[in-house]
T-cell receptor, first 113, second 114 residues
Framework: GNSVTQMEGPVTLSEEAFLTINCTYTATGYPSLFWYVQYPGEGLQLLLKATKADDKGSNKGFEATYRKETTSFHLEKGSVQVSDSAVYFCALSPSTGFQKLVFGTGTRLLVSP | EPEVTQTPSHQVTQMGQEVILRCVPISNHLYFYWYRQILGQKVEFLVSFYNNEISEKSEIFDDQFSVERPDGSNFTLKIRSTKLEDSAMYFC????????????FGEGSRLTVL
């Protein structure tokens, strides 16, 4: 079946450090891949997405590349800020299915000044 | 900016009681969803709803669960007889279409069953 595995948190970094949050997936067909972010007290928000192999999604300095050969969609940011502190969820949407997102467990990122 | 709103933010109930969680999706959206996250576990799909009927549901969404869009704005999730294992954060979401993958989520309703 379809599943998403992402690294355990929390990830604790100092401001301006480089961020990587690993995400791998298992899926049949050609899923779309997403990163959602949940800031404290808010709902999940779409951060970026990629709909086919080798696509790179990017937003707010975050990037992730859809790697079919390694079934991965790792989230990266070159220089994190305190305001990036949040929970990050990797997710996939099956190639068939009605927006039925399959999520990972979420990774909490804590950035200190 | 339009947003999905959910009420209540937190509800505590006794096992066996009925619970209704309410959601107001974004006004021009057509597709509505409920997801839940048990503490420490993954966010799980429960049900999707379109054109006043369920379009897909997961194996979690058994006869104890129901959804309704009673008027033009609200979208509700009812749990008829709550169990301890229903304790979770419940997220409502809506989307304009099925093609983009962009779901707009509410802040969630935390349900605690004692």
């Amino acid at each position: 079946g379809n599943s998403v595995t992402q690294m355990e948190g929390p990830v604790t970094l100092s401001e301006e450090a480089f961020l990587t949050i690993n995400c791998t997936y298992t899926a049949t067909g050609y899923p779309s891949l997403f990163w959602y972010v949940q800031y404290p007290g808010e709902g999940l928000q779409l951060l970026l997405k990629a709909t086919k192999a080798d696509d790179k999604g990017s937003n707010k300095g975050f990037e992730a590349t859809y790697r079919k050969e390694t079934t991965s969609f790792h989230l990266e940011k070159g220089s994190v800020q305190v305001s990036d502190s949040a929970v990050y969820f990797c997710a996939l949407s099956p190639s068939t299915g009605f927006q039925k997102l399959v999520f990972g467990t979420g990774t909490r990122l804590l950035v200190s000044p | 900016e339009p947003e999905v709103t959910q009420t209540p933010s937190h509800q505590v109930t006794q096992m066996g009681q009925e619970v209704i969680l309410r959601c107001v999706p974004i006004s021009n959206h057509l597709y509505f969803y409920w997801y839940r996250q048990i503490l420490g576990q993954k966010v799980e799909f429960l049900v999707s709803f379109y054109n006043n009927e369920i379009s897909e549901k997961s194996e979690i969404f058994d006869d104890q669960f129901s959804v309704e869009r009673p008027d033009g704005s609200n979208f509700t999730l009812k749990i008829r007889s709550t169990k301890l294992e229903d304790s979770a954060m419940y997220f409502c979401a809506s989307s304009a279409g099925t093609g983009t993958g962009e779901l707009f989520f509410g802040e969630g309703s935390r349900l605690t069953v004692l």
